[in-house]
């Protein structure tokens, strides 16, 4: 069996190339990259090959012979349209005539409100329609999206939010240790919710206040609020206003999710939320 992680020397590959080869040899491993240099220092012991998501030549070359392939999502905003991006590496996949792909997507893709999920539920149909045999992991927020609250909690004793609703936050090597899993599995399941428990901004203020040992002021202000508060720290009113983005799937309470798909597939528990804050702070 032949495996390939694609967007291999990002976090999140990383962290799944390494929990995939905790499952299989490495010699069953194909990282796939678009910068080599950065992928031979990351990984020194596995076939690398150069795979570009903007260039369909580029990715289909580097998936021929591949079995199963962990399709990891790409980030919006480059120079090639996210959606053709994709459309690239599912026709790769199926140039190839890969057997199964899992595809990192965002949660309840097909129906979620936020516009963050549209590109993934494109994706998804697109795999859909090649008749592959897939797994779709619907990943919830990575606790590490938070590094500015936990950072201004711990140098301050003070962080603000705006998003009244509920995350389901885990560690994002959780997400990836997920993913390798699956990847291996006999039998996947189409769907996957991957989610820490849903929590506040306040329930993740009270854990970061555990974790750090002392008492945080954690408050809830409006959206405009939130953003002078950044723009008082320092950042323009553009990448201000963008980080309050990130915030908005939470409001509309597209990461409410009670699934227990995550920790089912790990095989253990979650990290608890104090514990997995530290991993990150301290």
């Not at 399709?71 to 996949?93: L, M, T």
């Not at 997995?276 to 301290?282: Q, Y």
Request: aromatic share 8%; proline share 3%.
């Amino acid at each position: 069996m032949k495996y390939a992680v694609t967007a291999a020397t990002g976090n999140f590959g990383q962290l799944a190339v390494k929990y995939l080869s905790q499952l299989t040899s490495s010699k069953d491993i194909v990282v796939v990259a678009r910068n080599r240099e950065k992928a031979e220092k990351l990984f020194p012991n596995f076939e690398i090959r150069i795979g570009d998501y903007d260039k369909q030549t580029s990715i289909t070359k580097a998936l021929q012979g591949i079995d199963r392939v962990l399709f990891i999502s790409s980030q919006p905003g480059g120079k090639v349209d996210r959606k053709v991006q994709h459309q690239n590496v599912v026709n790769a996949i199926q140039a190839n005539h890969v057997s199964f792909v899992a595809y990192t997507s965002f949660a309840h893709a097909q129906s979620s409100p936020t516009p963050l999920a549209q590109d993934h539920k494109l994706t998804e149909d697109m795999i859909i329609k090649t008749n592959i045999a897939h797994s779709f992991l619907r990943n919830n927020w990575y606790l590490e999206n938070e590094a500015g609250f936990f950072a201004s909690a711990k140098e301050a004793q003070k962080a603000v939010y705006w998003a009244d609703n509920c995350a389901g936050w885990a560690l994002e090597s959780e997400y990836a240790q997920a993913a390798a899993n699956v990847l291996t599995s006999s039998e996947p399941r189409e769907v996957y919710e991957f989610t820490g428990k849903p929590i506040t901004y306040q329930e993740l203020g009270q854990a970061t206040s555990e974790a750090l040992g002392k008492k945080c002021s954690i408050l809830q202000v409006s959206r405009e609020n939130y953003i002078a508060d950044l723009e008082n720290k320092g950042l323009d009113h553009s990448t201000a206003t963008l980080y309050a983005s990130f915030q908005e799937p939470i409001a509309s309470g597209s990461l409410n999710e009670t699934s227990s798909d995550l920790p089912l597939v790990l095989g253990h528990p979650l990290t608890d939320l104090s514990t997995a804050i530290k991993k990150i702070v301290l």
